[in-house]
């Protein structure tokens, strides 16, 4: 199975809006920058994808999937 591919199937690409889905984080929302070797490289962003912060953190693309503590694909970006 590919590295940047979630468990439920969905390709991890640049561009792409994702939402986690840890209550602590109160409806925070990502923008995929970049993807490699399992990894995404992601910025702050709004529900549309304008970025809203300058600070990049990397995610473990076999964490993006839906559960109490992972992530939401929610759509590619419209910036």
Not at 13 to 39: F, S, Y
Not at 45 to 56: H, K, L, Q, V, Y
Request: charged share 30%; glycine share 8%.
């Amino acid at each position: 199975m590919n590295e940047n591919v979630t468990k439920e199937g969905i390709a991890v690409k640049p561009g792409q809006v994702w939402r986690d889905l840890d209550k602590r984080m109160h409806n925070r929302h990502v923008l995929i920058v970049e993807v490699a070797d399992g990894k995404a490289t992601v910025q702050d962003c709004d529900a549309n994808g304008r970025g809203i912060a300058t600070r990049f953190t990397k995610l473990s693309v076999a964490r993006m999937h839906k559960s109490g503590t992972g992530w939401a694909f929610v759509s590619d970006s419209k910036y």
